[in-house]
């Protein structure tokens, strides 16, 4: 039995990998080379885009050294953006600015302070999060301007961005062709699917690490073609739902001294609210409806900044046979 909770373990499949040594290059391009190239990382909620930066912010933290602190990676979360003032506001706490923002006369003061402590901890890259919250309720020409602000401190910095947000952040990057042409490494992190075997048994290998990663491969092996089946039907491929579904299970093992098999997850999905008639652990495999990603979400903007869109992802939707064969709904 595992001796403690491992919170949300980081997987790391070949995509990922590559994606890991993308950044990795970019991070050398600037040390060794002085260019700032930028990325730009999209995917639906849950794909695990996020953790991505927080691991590479995990592998390269801040150095305490003689001459003071030392950021290698800087990373942000971006909160709902007002003005581009705010945003320049929201770096300079992040990294670290002793007078916390305060004291600018302008936004040109308070860039040009930004880009002397970026270069003055030595920052080399910068991971902006959650992008896709500078187009909520705001015009075609804020967005702009902020993009500007980004290929202006990309520019002036000669630090590489790496941008993360849902799919439609791609927006703000393409909006303004400067920095469009600045961010020319792209991936979207797709959630796993199961319509072909190659995908499934990428599904099936996730399932295994996240159950030798909680403990739970030796009581029961959930890769078992069936009951993968079942945890898409519950989770679709997304990636935090499914970590998220084998750590309230291996709590639930561990406060309730249950037995590790099909009901324990069935008995969380349970508890989510879920009714036996929609639970993919309790329903005949003959039931099961299986949701696989057809179309990312995407957005429009509006005649006005209050009627901008957000455009819902669609999905395919597969049957089971008795058998295991999946079939087009």
């Known amino acids: 039995m595992a001796d403690q909770i491992i919170e949300h373990p980081f997987i790391i499949n070949p995509f990922i990998s590559e994606v890991l040594e993308t950044i990795d290059t970019l991070r050398t391009k600037k040390k060794i080379y002085g260019k700032a190239s930028s990325m730009l990382i999209t995917g639906e909620s849950g794909s695990g885009k996020t953790e991505i930066s927080k691991y590479y912010e995990k592998k390269y933290p801040p150095i305490e050294s003689i001459h003071g602190t030392i950021i290698p990676v800087l990373r942000y979360e971006l909160r709902s953006v007002a003005t581009p003032k705010d945003l320049l506001i929201a770096l300079l706490i992040a990294i670290g600015d002793p007078q916390r923002g305060r004291g600018g006369i302008n936004t040109d003061d308070l860039f040009d302070r930004l880009v002397r402590l970026i270069k003055g901890v030595l920052v080399e ?31 002036a910095t000669q630090v590489p961005i790496v941008f993360i947000g849902m799919p439609w952040a791609k927006q703000l990057i393409d909006i303004e062709k400067q920095l469009k042409g600045r961010v020319l490494f792209r991936r979207d992190i797709s959630p796993y699917r199961i319509s072909k075997v190659e995908q499934r048994d990428d599904f099936r290998r996730l399932l295994k690490l996240l159950a030798d990663a909680y403990g739970l491969s030796e009581y029961f092996k959930i890769e078992d073609l069936s009951t993968s089946l079942r945890f898409f039907g519950a989770t679709s491929g997304n990636l935090a739902a499914t970590v998220n579904l084998i750590s309230d299970a291996y709590i639930m093992w561990q406060m309730k001294n249950k037995k590790v098999d099909i009901k324990l997850f069935a008995d969380v ?13 309790i329903v005949p495999m003959d039931k099961l409806v299986l949701r696989e990603l057809a179309i990312n979400s995407d957005f429009e903007f509006g005649k006005s900044a209050n009627r901008n869109k957000i455009i819902q992802a669609e999905y395919i939707e597969y049957g089971v046979t008795s058998e295991n064969k999946m079939f087009c709904l």
């Open 125 to 155: 890259l910068i991971f902006l999060d959650e992008i896709q919250v500078i187009s909520d309720r705001r015009s075609r020409e804020f967005v702009f301007g902020i993009a500007s602000l980004f290929k202006d401190l990309i520019k």
């Open 269 to 281: 999905v349970s508890s989510y609210g879920t009714s036996d008639s929609e639970n993919s652990f």
